[in-house]
């Protein structure tokens, strides 16, 4: 296969891509773009959701991240991608926590990753796969959690050295009212979505047309997502508002 539309999805956890960009994800699959997904972390801290599956929580082992590796091959057999892989393997790096826990200190954690040696290893995958458009977040990393942020730095790091494999546009997820230069319709997809978001049991309880993490918060199940174009060509309005309707336009 060698298709003329190239896709890369750069997140921090598992779930991650399912919930900001699933809808969008199974979209390019489905019409035969090459969409890869590199997961920064297994999301060993994770809360877990159901209370059978408890005993996972966060111990010596990282049972959770073992078990999260068959949540995201799930999710993405939902979403269509076939193109899976954790940065640097699966568990090169370790999920941080959030910002202030004691994860953040752990020496093998992302929030502590080499900048050079991370941004190496995805541009090894961005020499392999040759994409043309990258995802990610926002230096914020869209909420602040410390792997979203890394994520970020590690992505952009890796594109400022990628123009000579043909990787042109950068983009950070964004919601409907931030500052959103493209607006993907794949409501069509949306039911791919609701099955990834499924797949991710452990950190997901999807409720049509509710999802909710394990602050139980009520969010809405959308197939449109929304993203910032940070570096590139912007192309032709197509959405409203004048955002692009395609990340390849
Ligand atoms: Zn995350």
């Given at each position: 296969m060698d298709p003329a539309r190239r896709l890369l999805l750069v997140h921090a956890h598992p779930d991650d891509e399912s919930i900001g960009t699933g809808a969008t994800m199974a979209k390019y699959a489905a019409e035969g773009a090459q969409v890869t997904l590199v997961t920064c972390?297994?999301?060993?801290?994770g809360e877990i959701i159901p209370p059978d599956l408890?005993?996972?929580?966060?111990?010596?082992?990282?049972?959770l991240g073992e078990y999260r590796i068959g949540e995201l091959a799930a999710a993405c057999a939902a979403l269509g991608v076939t193109d899976h892989r954790y940065l640097?393997?699966?568990?090169?790096w370790r999920d941080s926590g959030m910002?202030?826990?004691?994860?953040?200190?752990?020496?093998?954690c992302f929030w502590r990753a080499g900048l050079d040696e991370a941004a190496d290893a995805l541009l090894g995958v961005i020499r392999e796969v040759r994409p043309q458009v990258l995802v990610t977040y926002d230096a914020n990393g869209f909420y602040g959690h410390p792997d979203h942020i890394q994520a970020h730095r590690v992505a952009w790091h890796a594109f400022q050295q990628a123009g000579q494999y043909g990787l042109a546009k950068f983009y950070a997820t964004s919601a409907?009212?931030?500052?959103?230069t493209t607006e993907i319709d794949a409501t069509a997809y949306l039911d791919r979505k609701q099955a990834a978001m499924r797949a991710h049991a452990t950190q997901i309880t999807v409720d049509p047309p509710y999802f909710a993490l394990s602050n139980q918060v009520r969010y809405d199940l959308v197939g449109v997502e929304y993203f910032t174009l940070l570096a590139g060509p912007r192309g032709p309005a197509a959405a409203p508002g004048g955002r692009e309707g395609g990340l390849f336009s």
């Open positions: 972390t297994l999301g060993e801290l408890a005993h996972l929580g966060a111990d010596a082992e990282d049972r640097g393997g699966p568990g090169r910002t202030g826990t004691a994860g953040n200190d752990d020496p093998r409907a009212d931030g500052p959103v």
